[in-house]
């Protein structure tokens, strides 16, 4: 069975750090590209950033680039999500999700294997 769990959400203040993981199972992690997204209250879902399955090729939403920084651990069968100067505005449920092939498209539709989310609260 396919699954992927992420771990690292909680409460910080704003200018804090956390650091996300998604931990895959029941398959091999690489080649799939893989992604992050969150989703506020009232919002649609928002793509943050992707990265190629190899991890050598990234891409970072406007909202987050020079804070936020993806990657990987294909050992590991592990993905994470570094994030660095939180702002209130970053509060939101917080996913992976994992692609069908190697190429880090932008399309969510392109993401077919999701977890559950964790909680990010980012106190002023």
């Known amino acids: 069975q396919v699954q992927l769990v992420e771990s690292g959400g909680g409460l910080v203040q704003a200018g804090g750090s956390l650091r996300l993981s998604c931990a895959a199972s029941?398959?091999?992690?690489?080649?799939?590209?893989m992604a992050w997204f969150r989703q506020a209250p009232g919002k649609e879902r928002e793509l943050l950033a992707t990265?190629?399955?190899?991890?050598?090729?990234?891409y970072y939403a406007d909202s987050v680039k020079g804070r936020f920084i993806i990657s990987r651990d294909n050992a590991k069968n592990t993905g994470y999500l570094e994030m660095n100067n939180l702002k209130p505005e970053d509060t939101a449920v917080y996913y992976c999700?994992?692609?069908?092939?190697?190429?880090?498209?932008?399309?969510?539709?392109?993401?077919?294997?999701w977890g559950q989310g964790t909680q990010v609260t980012v106190s002023s």
């Open positions: 999700a994992a692609a069908k092939g190697a190429a880090p498209l932008r399309s969510r539709a392109w993401y077919d294997n």
């Open positions: 990265i190629s399955g190899s991890g050598g090729s990234t």
């Open positions: 029941g398959w091999t992690f690489r080649p799939n590209a």
